[in-house]
């Protein structure tokens, strides 16, 4: 077995002590801990016959998860063990914590260089180097505190750990996650991995902290109420001197530090500066002469030895130190750091250090030097929000640079913020850097410039804008002589006007581009064009249309434009599923969703499952459109763009199902769709507010709700807009003036009253719903009874209803109940299960103590509580007890 030297978390935790404070003799036993380590024993055994997991360890600050993981790996495993932190910095490393493990695994990464890597392929290499030892045990720590990468190398990892032979133990701190934070996301997206399983890590009772109270002379009860049960806070207490019980951590850390000498203090606060843990030999060139105080640090407590370094036992523990160090001690230390650092012979140091202690420091000249190095190196790992903070950093000493590298900073941090879906952020730099060109009388960057705000205004659903700004981008650029900004901007004209259905300006702007892509050899802008040419030929029903985004795509790939390859999936999947050609459409979003998560591309991944909400949807795959649809809005900082399909989706969904209040969502989808000013978005939300107001007994608002948008579809000679807006018209009595041969097959059959034709279109198509309702038309019984089975499958309680009243009204006395009315008459269309497991969760029970009440597992757990924030169309655990108890589902 390979020794475990973590680099954190106080193996003194919830301990209970038979030695004498500040000696290392004695035996160390973990109370109230014995279940869990048994459960983490029990998954490697697993792990080591091949069937790898990964256990999420949640715990407040303190909880001792460090203790407890440190307690299993250093057992006698007969396993490798493999241990990589995250690191408090103000702005994280990227991949840190993989990039440790991967060097202390020996692990081949093929010449590893940034730029040429993505989480995906660096997961590839470690996976490889997994497979040639076995078992092995991966400690991730602190992953609240993770750059974007670590956690996508997280998520990946999950869903490979089952071919390992792995145990993957991922830390983090529970009591700081918040509903739209990256890590609660990451959570939320495992939550249905199978295997990927939650822990969590309680405090010590009032009997565990008599314990090990019994021979200090505290008061037990005290120490409980004023710590919680907190186990490093029990601990500091107790090694405080004296009997009362320090108020707060920092002040049992530092009653406890107080106990030192001045020499052994001032080392310690030299360690303090150092985020995770501290290289001997920079401790020692920071500490100078006070260095040979290290053994009555680590005989302090404070301390703990880890191989040719040193760390703190516990990061609260560091952070009182740190923050009780005069100002001017501290910066004074991280200058001392930032020299032993950037002077080291110990081999090559992450940039992103160099920069955290430079911006600490005060030391402008290396604040500008490290921080564009740590955004380029984490821009090329598709570590992109952490690119855009570190470009941040070295934008606030920008006074020092020259205007040009100011505004080339600007428009680096407004590329890494776009990609990270920071769309305000990337706005506001784009902005800055379009005011130092116009300064320097740069038509050409200027030009550049406003292109990037009309992209980045069509992400907001600001239609006006982007044309506006697309439209003068072009004008500057065509007074210059011709370069790859003005091809650019040809290409961001066609774009938008092929988003906007405008086939013929989208391809004549297209061509231009095209041509002089290709007379300057900018094969990026030739991938660009294409896409959007292809796209305005599908949509304009022209042949070559596909092969032209295919061709694009394979271009992407084949250079490496990774987000070229994700507008190209994107486009090819919209095309399809507006067609109903639903199983190239699913093709292509799996395949688009898949590498976008691979890639860090949040936009689009986000984009398509938004789309992929609406695939699900009108597949009839309910509860998977509700998922999808509400893991993109309570995702953060969504740009309105995306917002649009899965706000119209759901809120579709609430009317069909008679949930309540579908406007709420669908409101905000019309006031974005129309800034829009698009078809794609507007007649899907036209449809859907018509279908709304139908099942609501508003018909007569069906007329306002659609007219403009039928107009303009009509003006742009979409036959499934045209289509299904004149059913759902015709359906509130509203006879349109248009030719049925000019529409979508299925809807044509409608508009002419062929209604067995239509239903079997339809089913043929793969929309249930749209063939249960050409049947429920018909008013045939036989046909109504067919319809009736499908809306009671699929949960469409209005319909249901009102077929059923018919069916009654014809005189048919036998008709099908379908589901259980438990399940029907609830607004959220739960189970019994469902609304058992959503009481309890209300009533403030954890996954396990809910598995321990129905004697069901947690992961089984886990699953129910997904489909209900699904079903019910919220984010957290929270908001799902305040949404049922308005709904009235809750029985207390």
Request: proline share 4%; glycine share 8%.
């Amino acid at each position: 077995m390979i020794p475990c030297h973590p680099r954190s978390g106080g193996w003194v935790v919830m301990t209970r002590l038979s030695r004498q404070p500040g000696s290392d003799e004695g035996r160390i036993e973990l109370l109230e801990r014995a279940e869990l380590l048994d459960d983490l024993a029990e998954a490697l055994e697993e792990a080591a016959a091949g069937r790898g997991r990964m256990l999420l360890m949640g715990g407040e600050a303190g909880a001792g998860k460090t203790a407890l993981l440190r307690e299993l790996c250093g057992r006698d495993l007969n396993a490798r063990v493999l241990w990589g932190a995250c690191e408090r910095l103000f702005t994280p490393r990227a991949l840190g914590p993989f990039l440790d493990i991967a060097h202390t695994a020996g692990v081949e990464l093929g010449g590893f260089a940034p730029n040429r890597r993505v989480p995906h392929e660096f997961l590839d290499a470690l996976v490889a180097g997994l497979r040639r030892e076995f078992p092995t045990v991966l400690v991730v720590e602190d992953v609240h505190w993770a750059d974007e990468g670590t956690l996508d190398v997280v998520k990946l990892l999950a869903r490979r750990i089952q071919e390992l032979p792995a145990l993957a133990l991922v830390s983090f701190r529970d009591d700081q996650l918040t509903a739209t934070g990256p890590l609660q996301i990451v959570l939320g997206e495992l939550a249905g991995t199978r295997a990927a399983e939650r822990r969590h890590i309680p405090p010590l009772s009032l009997d565990a902290v008599r314990t090990l109270a019994e021979r200090s002379g505290v008061d037990a009860e005290e120490l409980f109420e004023k710590t919680g049960g907190n186990p490093f806070f029990v601990t500091e207490a107790l090694a405080a001197t004296g009997v009362d019980v320090p108020a707060t951590v920092r002040d049992a850390v530092l009653a406890r530090t107080a106990q030192l000498a001045p020499a052994p203090r001032r080392l310690l606060e030299a360690a303090a500066v150092v985020p995770a843990r501290t290289e001997l030999w920079l401790l020692e060139a920071v500490g100078g002469e006070d260095f040979v105080q290290l053994e009555a640090c680590l005989g302090s407590g404070m301390l703990v030895h880890e191989d040719d370094a040193v760390a703190f036992r516990h990061e609260l523990a560091r952070l009182a130190v740190e923050d009780a160090i005069a100002p001017d001690r501290r910066v004074g230390l991280h200058r001392e750091v930032l020299l032993a650092l950037s002077t080291s012979a110990h081999g090559p140091v992450d940039p992103a250090r160099l920069s955290h202690h430079a911006d600490a420091a005060g030391d402008v000249e290396a604040v500008l030097r490290y921080a564009p190095a740590a955004g380029e190196r984490a821009a090329g790992l598709c570590v992109h929000r952490e690119a855009a903070d570190q470009f941040a950093r070295a934008l606030r000493h920008g006074a020092a640079l020259t205007p040009e590298r100011r505004a080339e900073l600007w428009e680096r941090r407004s590329y890494e913020s776009y990609l990270s879906q920071q769309i305000d952020a990337a706005v506001e730099a784009r902005q800055a850097a379009l005011a130092l060109h116009q300064e320097r009388g740069d038509r050409v960057r200027e030009g550049d410039d406003r292109r990037w705000l009309s992209r980045l205004a069509w992400f907001s659903a600001d239609r006006a804008t982007a044309v506006r700004e697309g439209r003068r981008a072009v004008e500057l650029l065509e007074a210059e002589p011709p370069g790859r900004e003005l091809a650019m901007a040809y290409s961001n004209a066609s774009q938008l006007a092929m988003l906007a259905g405008d086939v013929g300006e989208a391809i004549e702007c297209g061509e231009l581009a095209i041509a002089l892509a290709e007379r300057l050899g900018e094969t990026e802008i030739l991938v660009h064009a294409l896409n959007n040419v292809g796209a305005a030929e599908v949509h304009g029903r022209l042949p070559g249309g596909v092969a032209k985004i295919e061709r694009s795509l394979e271009l992407a790939r084949e250079v490496g434009f990774e987000e070229h390859v994700a507008r190209a999936y994107t486009n090819l999947a919209a095309g399809h599923v507006w067609e109903r050609a639903y199983a190239s459409a699913d093709r292509h979003l799996s395949l688009g969703i898949e590498y976008c998560m691979d890639h860090d591309l949040d936009p689009w991944r986000v984009y398509m499952t938004g789309w992929m909400a609406r695939l699900r949807f009108e597949q009839g795959r309910w509860d998977e459109a509700a998922e999808n649809a509400t893991a993109v809005l309570r995702e953060p900082n969504v740009p309105a763009a995306s917002r649009i399909t899965p706000l119209a989706t759901l809120g579709r969904l609430r009317a069909r199902r008679g949930d309540p209040h579908p406007f709420e969502l669908l409101d905000e989808a019309l006031e974005l769709a129309r800034q829009s000013e698009e078809l794609q978005r507007l007649a899907p939300v036209a449809a859907a507010r018509a279908e709304a107001h139908l099942l609501d007994g508003s018909a007569a608002s069906v007329g306002a709700e659609t007219d403009e948008t039928l107009a303009l579809a009509i003006a742009l000679d979409d036959p499934w807009a045209v289509g299904e807006l004149c059913v759902w018209r015709r359906r509130a009595g509203i006879d349109d003036d248009v030719d049925p041969g000019s529409v979508a097959a299925p809807f044509a059959l409608e508009l002419r009253r062929d209604w067995a034709a239509a239903g079997d279109c339809w089913d043929e198509v793969g929309c249930p719903y749209e063939a249960a309702l050409a049947r429920t038309d018909s008013g045939v019984a036989a046909a109504l009874e067919e319809a009736l089975a499908t809306f009671q499958r699929l949960g469409a309680v209005p319909a249901t209803r009102a077929v059923t009243q018919r069916l009654r009204s014809a005189g048919v006395r036998k008709i099908a109940r379908g589901p259980r009315r438990s399940t029907m008459n609830n607004p959220g269309q739960l189970t019994a299960r469902q609304v058992e497991i959503l009481q309890l969760l209300a009533d403030g029970l954890t996954n396990a103590e809910i598995a321990a009440r129905l004697y069901i597992t947690p992961k089984t757990v886990a699953h129910h509580v997904s489909a209900v924030l699904g079903k019910l169309g919220v984010r957290s655990r929270r908001q799902a007890a305040a949404e049922a108890a308005r709904l009235g589902v809750l029985t207390r």
